[in-house]
């Protein structure tokens, strides 16, 4: 019943900058919390960095100093923006919702499909 669309990845150069999207939509009541993950090839999939509906945020070692997760609550969408890209960044990231549905009080994890970002000269 809800849906999570990411947008934004793409090729960019090492050091270069990207800014990930993703929009929430369906039978939503709440949004207790947004997440980023990625996955690298090879790897085991890794939390990037989290927000809650009231603004409070979560870093993870992973771009950390490097990325800033804001929200629009509005707009049920979450950003990740990524400076001072590097090579081992590049993997697929997943937007991750921690939501309430019109039709269920208790809020539960619902994911996207992911956008690739690729960070390559």
């Known amino acids: 019943q809800v849906q999570l669309v990411e947008s934004g990845g793409g090729l960019v150069q090492p050091g270069g900058s990207l800014r990930l999207s993703c929009a929430a939509s369906?039978?939503?009541?709440?949004?207790?919390?947004m997440r980023w993950y990625r996955q690298a090839p090879g790897k085991e999939r890794e939390l990037v960095a989290s927000?809650?509906?009231?603004?409070?945020?979560n870093y993870s070692d992973s771009l950390k100093g490097r990325s800033t997760i804001s929200r629009d609550n509005a707009l049920n969408t979450v950003y990740l923006q990524m400076n001072s890209l590097k090579p081992e960044d590049t993997a697929v990231y997943y937007c991750n919702a921690e939501v309430r549905t019109l039709t269920f009080s208790l809020a539960r994890n619902y994911w996207g499909q992911g956008t690739q970002v690729t960070v390559s000269s």
């Open positions: 927000i809650t509906s009231a603004g409070s945020t």
């Open positions: 369906g039978s939503i009541r709440s949004i207790n919390a």
